[in-house]
């Protein structure tokens, strides 16, 4: 039963829109939630986080939406740009249980030049 | 300043043999996790140590053991090899708890065969 749900196992883009990866969860305890980035032969890297007490969070070109009515996140990449090239992480996890995260499957993002 | 290594990087064992992959992280975290990542899956976590002396089991701790063996390290013992447990392993580290950033090594393939 998969509790972080990345449906887009892949998506494409052209350098300079924007990039949307979606990221649904099932478990209403769930209260903060994070994106990492992985390229290929490295491990995962923390790209940015939400508490469920924001709906939204921002750095630099990357911003996280959080909408806790319909249990769904995304990470928005303005301008993509080729070394975003990668597969992106989202991860959550709730209060007790000792905050253990719980990881989607990944999105494969390629920015064509 | 190296953050997470691990060793090996790559290695083929036969069914029945057994191993320990070696962590160490350098940023003086206190917690430390492996996780492994298969094919169609997420990370999945299997054991973690929340800080020194402790260990807990993750998602999928069956046939592995672990040991924090001092702040630093944390190694990850496989008693007797299951091609089951063909995958990628990911040793990942957290100044305390996964509120805070999580930081991984490089990862170690393993071929079970």
């Known amino acids: 039963d998969q509790q972080v749900k990345q449906n887009s196992p892949s998506l494409s883009v052209q350098e300079g829109r924007i990039s949307i990866l979606n990221c649904d969860y099932t478990n209403s305890m769930f209260d903060y939630f994070l994106w990492y980035k992985k390229y290929p032969a490295e491990g995962p890297t923390f790209l940015i986080s939400?508490?469920?007490i924001k709906d939204k969070n921002e750095d630099g070109r990357f911003t996280v939406f959080l909408n806790k009515s319909a249990k769904h996140l995304s990470l928005h990449i303005v301008p993509s740009q080729p070394g975003d090239s990668a597969v992106y992480f989202c991860a959550a996890s709730a209060s007790g249980n000792n905050r253990k995260l719980i990881w989607g499957l990944g999105t494969s993002l390629a920015v064509n030049p | 300043n190296a953050g997470v290594t691990q060793t090996p990087k790559f290695q083929v064992l036969k069914t029945g043999q057994s191993m320990t992959l070696q962590c160490a992280q350098d940023m003086n975290h206190n917690s430390m996790y492996w996780y492994r990542q298969d094919p169609g899956m997420g990370l999945r976590l299997i054991y973690y140590?929340?800080?020194?002396?402790?260990?807990d089991k993750g998602e999928v701790p069956n046939g592995y053991n672990v040991s924090r063996l001092n702040k630093r390290e944390f190694s990850l013992r496989l008693e007797s090899a299951a091609p089951s447990q063909t995958s990628v392993y990911f040793c990942?580290?957290?100044?305390?708890?996964?509120?805070?950033?999580?930081?991984f090594g490089p990862g170690t393939r393993l071929l079970v065969l």
């Open positions: 939400i508490s469920s």
């Open positions: 990942a580290s957290s100044l305390q708890g996964t509120l805070e950033t999580q930081y």
């Open positions: 140590s929340a800080s020194e002396g402790t260990t």
